[in-house]
């Protein structure tokens, strides 16, 4: 179990640091880590409350800016956080009220907002999941947690403070920012701005939304907003008309009398925050930390104080159901309940928790240092949860320890990092007593003599204080040869830790009785516990950097059985770090506490010397550990991750729980370069004392560089160091231990045969190569050749063509580069480095060229092809592609190379593929560059022409379909009328128009189809031209007249038109040009078959016999039907005329015979199985429209 009882406090000067639910969840933003809690069923009578359910630790990289909360299941809420890390995560905590079991993890994030730090965080009423975030350059981001998607939008450039999402409207946002911009924002679709409210001089601070529509105010039924900002006013806005509806100037604060004060809040740290609850019910904070209430409606006062809580500023305002909890400037949160007008105060942490102590004479006081510069006083035996006092006057810097006076409870004593040492009251209210003298470094302890002095540490000396001004004088007896680090008083005297380890055991007259040997390093805590008896000795706790504790049994001090030296009864080894504070348990005696830097905390059982619990609910290093002086079994404990925890032993596992710290790599550990020495050294005591009486028996025969004594060799002569150092080689040697071999070598100033020893290795590195030429030119240019081909096997190919190039191997590093296709690189090195003719120029060039085409990057190819002025290469490159600006380009080089054929056939691909793509511009580029597809022009022009058309006449086809289906043709319910029946201008039906017709066809003797292809055959012989004289006067008339009737006259007649528009020239062999670039591929697609349709449409407007022309376009209905069934509604439909004066009624006026047939067999009864097919899916898209 784990339970938060003091949390970090939440964020200054930002907006969103509080946020809640609405109902029971409130979450706030402290530091890098996320708080939640919820309120608390007071007691008869009682304040309101709250309950920590936890603290997500680490939640960002950098601070949390803003959260928001909900529940999606009992017991479970989710919690999106945003920082200036630019992270927006999605946290899943699970926590239980009566086990006090806190779980947390991340469950998503994203990082869609780049680099830019995220400036807050918002959820829409009715879609909570749906997270939206807006960073400090403006950019909206839309999260959908649960499909994790995100969508993001940028309107304008703004410095937002704020975000809040209406309660009425989905996807409409206000948005806050400096500078006096208040925004309300549209996120659907694209996202628009819908409303600049001005008015504001200075930066919004705070926005809130009215919860109801109806509202008391003149202004009913409009989406209110309240902001509040630095200029001191509180402001209403109607968004839908953008419009100020109510201005308030926050009231200056009064003294007694009513004398208003000079207001030190304003300019920069002038904060507002409002909050809206009801309809008629604002809350602000005041210019001094006030909450105000104001009434929108009715006669009143405007706002009254509800309560000055918060110091000198109040920095956010939430609801929490019908709870309105506030945070301020100093460090607490403010709970008030409107209905009972109570109001209680949750305190909470700044900094660190760096030290804890108990008032003696009163055990139910806990002194509380931390590191925001105060003093915490926590009364833990009053009636509410939380009855603190804070100590901050004259406070002006991290408080590393406090002390309790032994017999009075209006004495604390204090130390700081700054040096300062002082005394203060807490229940006074009046600035404590300072030391005068200014210690030069960190006070890091502070301690009662039995007799009421004060005594303090730093920089390594103890400093005694007198009762009357506190003036510091050095204390004689800690004077020697170490400095000091503690100072504890118990047992008859004090224990007094140095630096290198050693405990000193003083009288209270300051007499040195022993010395309590068991550390090497600086001593961090020292902890008196209980005497076993009448007249028997004490247990004195000792912790140190080692990482471990030893407990010593100290005999009363003051009498005469302390021996000088004492021996550690037990030593508790676990820790994984420095131990920092100890504590002993009072209801079991022999069981210590200790706090460590590995953030956890242990409980031993110092008769077994094993540890019975372990406490790792912290993240951070811990500092201090404190037993509950109440409640028995319970330990508080706090540290660098701002917060107190107060937690019961027994419900604590015995071992550390295994969790993956860091990136989860352990550190490894760095072979010795002398473990034969270092393990000969560290036999015991008894065989160092016999290395020392060897040393000292200079002359013997035995002396240092005997076999035995090999390991003292350091200490000897040089004959005895050598010998030393050659068994450690061979050591290495035998060990393979490379680096240590490689070390001691070079020692000994073998650097040829180090460094040739690690070439043979592949083990050679840039410190090696640069010994190198300590031997010659030559051998360093040796070693390099050898370094680059091992760098080379690793993959390291820029280093290793690095180095050939250091030794003036150009050539062999260019080779290298390109043995491993690191084209652009050896091109860059051979152009700065070779000859400007030199043929390894071209060779890379079209080795890179080969790789780029293979690897489908022909633009890349074509560039190396151009540089070695191979223009049919890069136009052969090119071509494989099939985009118009590709195909251009190739037609181009080809013909700078002078192939026509391939120019000409390049050229017509693109037109052909301009007109596919609709990217008409490029084929008429390409006709004016290659005059001969220069007829390409006209073929562009036609189909960008037809192609407008294609949209209106689909429209007016499913239109009449439409009523076809329905039944709304306009026709006598027992006469169908149908396309191939309905009377034209002259009242002919087109079914009667269609007998005449093949009724002349019958007297010639031939069949209609063999009548339009004898008028085809004279299709060479006569041409008309598109000019106004070829034309004629009906040509004219009809191309200037506006009105839409449709068929195939009007559309070739918009076709000339199009063409003398464009300004194209007039060909003697137009017509024969336009032939050789008019699409000839079979269509298979929609795009293939209204190409094909332009060039027949662009031929048949150079005929001058109607018939001819018709039976072009006959020819392609009957290519529309075998290869393209879909589109032959469409194109009868375009080439089919309407009745003048009905553009958009049915096509009625036939001029082919065949188009009206095709209509009349996918319209009307007796239809095919595939014309059946094709009339539902034009059924299904006439539905949709």
């Known amino acids: 179990m784990k339970t938060v009882c003091l949390t970090p406090s939440a964020n200054w000067y930002s907006a969103g640091a509080l946020a809640s639910d609405g109902d029971r969840l409130l979450v706030g933003c402290a530091r890098q880590a996320l708080l939640l809690a919820g309120p608390v069923a007071p007691a008869a009578g009682g304040a309101p409350s709250l309950h920590h359910h936890g603290v997500v630790e680490d939640a960002h990289r950098e601070r949390v800016v803003g959260a928001i909360v909900w529940r999606h299941a009992p017991g479970a809420v989710s919690v999106v956080s945003c920082g200036e890390d630019a992270l927006v995560k999605l946290w899943t905590c699970e926590f239980g009220e009566e086990e006090g079991r806190f779980r947390y993890h991340c469950e998503k994030q994203h990082n869609a907002h780049g680099k830019l730090k995220v400036a807050a965080v918002a959820h829409a009423a009715r879609s909570p999941h749906v997270a939206i975030s807006v960073d400090e350059r403006g950019t909206f981001v839309v999260w959908d947690t649960v499909a994790h998607t995100t969508r993001t939008l940028f309107l304008e450039k703004i410095a937002p403070t704020e975000l809040r999402c209406s309660p009425h409207t989905e996807h409409v946002v206000a948005v806050a920012g400096k500078r006096g911009l208040l925004w309300t924002v549209s996120l659907a679709a694209s996202g628009r701005v819908l409303q600049k409210l001005r008015g504001h001089d200075d930066d919004v601070t705070s926005i809130s939304w009215c919860p109801e529509l109806t509202t008391l105010l003149s202004f009913e039924q409009d989406h209110l907003l309240a902001s509040a900002s630095k200029d001191k006013t509180i402001r209403v806005w109607g968004t839908r008309g953008g419009r100020c509806h109510v201005t308030q100037r926050v009231p200056a604060p009064t003294e007694g009398g009513g004398r208003r004060q000079s207001a030190g809040t304003g300019g920069e740290r002038a904060w507002l925050a409002v909050l809206w609850t009801a309809s008629d019910c604002l809350y602000s904070s005041g210019l001094t930390g006030q909450l105000l209430r104001w009434r929108l409606a009715g006669d009143g006062d405007g706002c009254q104080v509800v309560h000055r809580c918060h110091g000198r500023s109040l920095f956010n305002i939430v609801g929490l159901g019908e709870l309105v909890v506030s945070s301020g400037i100093q460090r607490q949160l403010v709970v008030h309940d409107p209905r009972s007008l109570l109001t209680g105060t949750v305190p909470c942490l700044g900094g660190q928790t760096a030290a804890l102590d108990t008032c003696p004479v009163d055990p139910g006081r806990l002194a509380i240092g931390c590191g925001d510069h105060t003093i915490r006083v926590w009364n833990l035996g009053a009636d509410t949860a939380y009855s603190t006092v804070t100590v901050w006057q004259g406070i002006k810097a991290k408080v590393l320890t406090v002390a309790w006076h032994p017999h009075k409870d209006t004495r604390l004593a204090f130390g700081t990092d700054e040096g300062r040492v002082g005394v203060c009251d807490p229940g006074a209210g009046r600035p404590p007593q300072l030391c005068p003298e200014h210690h030069a470094g960190a006070v890091y302890s502070v301690s009662w003599s039995p007799a009421g002095q004060l005594f303090s540490l730093s920089l390594g000396a103890v400093w005694r204080h007198d009762a009357a001004r506190l003036a510091a004088v050095p204390w004689p007896p800690a004077a020697g040869r170490a400095a000091c680090s503690q100072l504890s008083w118990g047992g008859g005297g004090a224990a007094l830790g140095r630096q290198d380890g050693a405990v000193e055991l003083l009288t209270t007259d300051g007499l040195v009785r022993g010395a309590a040997l068991g550390h090497r390093r600086l001593v961090t805590a020292l902890r008196w516990g209980p005497a076993a008896g009448d007249g028997g000795s ?49 209801d079991s005696p022999t069981r210590l506490v200790s706090a460590s830097q590995d953030a956890t905390v242990r409980v031993w059982d110092t008769v077994a010397g094993a540890a019975v619990a372990v406490y790792s609910g912290h993240h951070r290093p811990v500092r201090c550990c404190l037993p509950h002086p109440l409640l028995p079994g319970h330990v508080f404990s706090g540290g660098d991750d701002c917060s107190l925890h107060l937690w019961r032993v027994d419900e604590q596992d015995a071992a550390v729980p295994e969790t993956e710290l860091g990136d989860g790599r352990r550190a490894r550990t760095q072979r010795s370069l002398f473990p034969l020495s270092g393990a000969a050294e560290n036999r015991g005591k008894a065989h160092s004392q016999a290395d020392l009486e060897h040393l000292m028996a200079a002359g013997d025969d035995s002396a240092p560089g005997g076999d035995g004594w090999s390991h003292v060799g350091l200490f000897g002569n040089d004959s005895a160091l050598r010998d030393m150092v050659d068994k450690e080689m061979r050591h290495h040697e035998a060990q393979k231990s490379s680096a240590q071999l490689l070390h001691m070598s070079l020692w000994r100033g073998d650097t040829a045969a180090v460094v040739r020893a690690a070439a043979a290795e592949a083990l050679l590195t840039d410190e090696l190569l640069a010994l190198a030429p300590m031997v010659s030119y030559r051998f360093w240019e040796e070693m390099s050749l050898k370094y680059a081909e091992q760098l080379e096997n690793s993959k390291e190919c820029l280093k290793a063509s690095s180095v050939l190039l250091a030794c003036h191997k150009v050539t062999e590093a260019v080779a290298l580069l390109l043995r491993h296709s690191l084209y652009r690189e050896a091109l860059c090195v051979s152009r700065l480095r070779l000859a400007p003719d030199d043929p390894s120029h071209g060779r890379i060039l079209r080795l890179w060229a080969d790789q780029l085409t293979t690897e489908g990057n022909m633009e890349q190819a074509a560039k190396c092809y151009l540089s070695l002025g191979d ?9 494989r592609r099939s985009d118009p600006g590709s195909l251009r380009l190739a037609a181009r080089l080809w013909a700078l190379a002078g192939d026509r054929t391939q120019t000409r056939a390049l050229a017509l691909l693109c037109v052909h593929a301009s007109c596919l793509r609709a990217e008409w511009d490029v084929g008429l580029a390409v006709a004016r560059e290659v005059p001969v597809v220069a007829a390409g022009a006209h073929l562009c022009v036609a189909h960008r022409t037809v192609t407008a058309e294609l949209e209106p006449t689909k429209q007016r086809l499913y239109e009449w379909a439409a009523r076809l289906l329905s039944g ?12 191939g029946n309905e009377k034209s201008s002259d009242g002919k039906s087109a079914e009667e128009r269609g007998k005449e017709r093949e009724g002349s066809s019958a007297e010639s003797g031939k069949p209609e189809s063999e009548t339009g292809k004898e008028e085809s055959s004279d299709e060479q012989q006569t041409v008309m031209k598109y000019d106004e004289t070829a034309v004629g006067e009906e040509g004219r008339d009809a191309t200037a007249d506006s009105s839409r009737d449709g068929g195939t006259d009007w559309l070739l007649g918009q076709l000339r038109h199009a063409w003398r528009t464009a300004g194209l020239e007039q060909q003697k062999d137009l017509p024969q040009s336009l032939q050789e670039v008019a699409y000839r591929t079979m269509p298979t697609s929609p795009k293939q078959l209204w190409l094909a349709v332009c060039s027949e449409l662009s031929l048949a407007a150079l005929e001058s016999e109607p018939s001819v022309s018709a039976a072009r376009l006959v020819k392609l209905l009957a290519l529309c039907q075998q290869n393209v069934p879909s589109q032959l509604p469409l194109l009868c439909a375009l080439l089919v005329p309407s009745p003048r004066g009905t553009a958009d009624a049915v096509p009625t006026e036939v001029s082919l015979s065949e188009c009206v047939r095709r209509l009349e067999l996918l319209y009307v009864s007796g239809r095919t199985q595939e014309e059946e097919r094709m009339f539902s899916e034009l059924s299904a898209r006439l539905e949709a429209l």
């Open 871 to 879: 223009w049919a290469a890069a136009a052969g490159v090119l071509s």
């Open 538 to 586: 004490r247990p004195l706790a000792v912790a140190s950097y080692d990482s471990f504790v030893s407990v010593f049994d100290v005999p009363d001090l003051d009498g005469s059985g302390c021996p000088e030296l004492l021996q550690a009864r037990v030593t508790l080894t676990g820790h994984k770090s420095r131990v920092l504070d100890l504590a002993w348990l009072q």
């Open 968 to 979: 709304e043709d306009g026709t006598d319910a027992t006469e169908q009328t149908t396309p």
